[in-house]
């Protein structure tokens, strides 16, 4: 069993993504995470643990017995959100999810709390916050910190997992999850998602939402994967390497129709220009043959769904929003269910959740 | 029953205030509300049961027991409290009314965070965080937001009611509420409101207070209006208007003293100077004499109110703060067991707490 | 009994700190304090117990059955967190002690907050928000105002404590009280305080938590205090005033290697730089003799132990973190704990924690 007790940090931190999943996983040996910090530490088996143990979740909410059953669970534990990075989105379903499960929450949103302390270094400042709660939920704007302190805090005399809600521009992983557990649940009557043909639409370039889930769907059998973009904004090489080296069909195209007509899932993306340099050169790309509208939706097949991270500005017209293949509302709520269950696994409760008489 | 499925947008929007009453009500068919958006969509009835269940509330939280009941009674639900406005006084007391109910709660209060995404609408915005709760109590400076919600989200897959707390210059219905009740409790014993003379001073030409509740008052029997105020910042034309079309007896005068020895409550208000203009047309008002002090006090009668809805400034000498007449301490507090009777309602609770042991 | 509304809010304001002590307790007569504003109101048998609750609270809190029993002793209260002066670490271990009794909180935590209604006093925002709540926990830049609010709220209809989180430069009495409870955790096996030489190092003029520490250390019998600085960072001359009125072993040096050798507790403080006048003096300063590194660790004896308050620079070398003798992590853990007994003491829970099952 690979331990972070056993490894210093500069060694840890130098291992491939693939060779640092076993240091991150409870070390009860269930194979859930302990720490989660990328999407790449999650195999398919796990991703389908969690995805039964969402599913079962949002089942038990339902009745009040249930939801008061959850919320028992971790009523003896405390959790902090770290978000020196503000993000009422992704703070409000990861508030959402400790209260679910009945964990009281204390949070840091502010931006300018990160700098509160001159001269206090990022470490200090987490681990003593992390002296008072029992796990924490942290997005930072700084690349690795997620990563570091899970190795601090696993050395440290009183050890709590870190949940990355997301590093920099580099790892988003419960967005990922959230992604996969959209896709598994619209297709799970309906043969899964082995076979399906996914296309992803907008800015490919600079979105870690479709580099993590491009990944993820990986570990699925035979998955098409299709990158439609202006060619400034395609996806980048490496994650077409990652393809290529994995024998995984896929196609580049810059035809948003054609792709949707034999989709099974559309996913859209935001022109992500708060990564533009000063000469703002998003503003000069033509992006007008890559929004989803109503004709595109005439094309849509009747068992294939629409998908967008969110926030959106116009690249899916509101006229889709109470079609019922539009998946992207949904999907935000998914978001709070996988979450929870991600949580309820690294406290070691997959069990006593799928095996209650809820 | 009137429902805001059957109803779009448009059509909604552009009907009477009383006439959107119907629609905005339990479909269980209570009279409680659903939503809450305005003043004008509460009746006599309603208001009265709601004073009621406040008064029942304020009761039974004062046993251990008692308090503990009422905090089991929406232990499995949660709200969002969404102030893209910050206001620390309706925030506190909407959180504690929810917490009295055992409501979890998230919520954000950033004035930036309402901006934090360019390019997303308000309406993505609160649909997406409403994925996660159960109830949105929300503020805005945007008039009509809230109402645009409330069709939004019952027209949605997943509906769930909302609170108004506080739209632009337009409502603030939960204020009125208040109001009310810290009138209705002042004069329980002393043969209730009907009859009474109200009398409301300072800037009466801003403030959505007094609009309010000088509505809300026609709904009593024989209650006299009188409003005193320097000519600049007397009330508006319509609203004598709405008197006049109800037979409600009003008067427009000038002299505090006199209003304040014929009144059953007196209600300060501040100098809304937050609306000026550039010029600061406040300033070159001589509001000297609409102050109330000791002076004042000596006029009031023994068994007569003064009300503020606070913040203040100098409409109310500090001196007068230990008289027991002084009722704008328990204005606050009713506040939040008002707004605790609403969300009760809101959830269908009224028997359950009406009829219960304690 | 002295009671607070027995005198004028002048000749209270004017009493020396001693003498105020009364006036502050519990009216029950337990010893335990209702408002808590000062070291200066602590006497060594309220802290000996003090400490005693922070043991047991932390004993019982291991277990889950422990920590539910803990958490339902104030579930019917909510305490309100107003922190008009922002700071994340007080901020959170005062919530988490909240929220290990299960206590409910609102918490207005934005400095611009406090400057909302232009116009409003102090006075009048704490004491409507304070409507809403059963504690007020709060921490102001301005000098005296949790004093003042103590008088106000014990003068009111509606009495509620004050805990003082920090008040301006003059007092941060829960800073203190962690403090003292690592030094009796650290050596209670080992004999207890009595004896000790307790050395300060770095800015000892600037800090308030040196003068207050200082103070609390006159309790215990035989302390040796040793003030290691620049000469321009030196204690101040009223706290050596005290300790020569009391009798108190002491030392003025420059040499904390020399200090190191003889002390049980080395006490590391941050240059308070943000106290400096404009021309930035401390910048001039030569502290590079007052830093401890892995020379000054070397000379430590082996059960004596390091300590900070934290937010540390360079004060202390990241490579004594992991030494066993660093206590400054578990002091800060500390912290949470002796809130928690010192929140509980104030509620009357004493008795019921120290004499429970668990």
Redesign the interface.
Known sequence: MARLTDIGWEEFHALPLEAKRPYLARAEGDGMPYHTLFAQQFDRPVLERLCALSNRIRFINKS?EG??YL?SLL??K?A?LYFSQ????TF??H??AC?ILGL?T?S???A??SS??K??SHE??I???S???DMIIMRSPEQGLAEKMSWELS????PIPILNAGSGKDQHPTQALLDIYTLVRSFEEKGGIDGRTVTFCGDLKRGRTVRSLSYLLTNFRDVKQVFVAPKELQVPDDVIATLEAKGVRHEISDDLRAATKMSDAVYMT?IQDEWDDSKGESAKIDTSRFKFGAEELALLGPDSIIMHP????DEIATCCD?DPRAMY??Q??N??WIRTALIAGTFGLEKSIMECGY
Chains 1, 2, 3 share one sequence.
């Open positions: 009040r939801a008061l919320k009523a003896h405390r902090m503000p993000s009422s989105r409000l379903s508030l959402a209260q009281t204390g840091v949103r502010d300018a709390t509160e302390f001269g206090e200090d400042s681990r003593t916050f002296s008072y709660f050395n440290s005399s009183r935001r969110l926030p959106r500005r109470h509302w949904r935000m709520r978001g709070m």
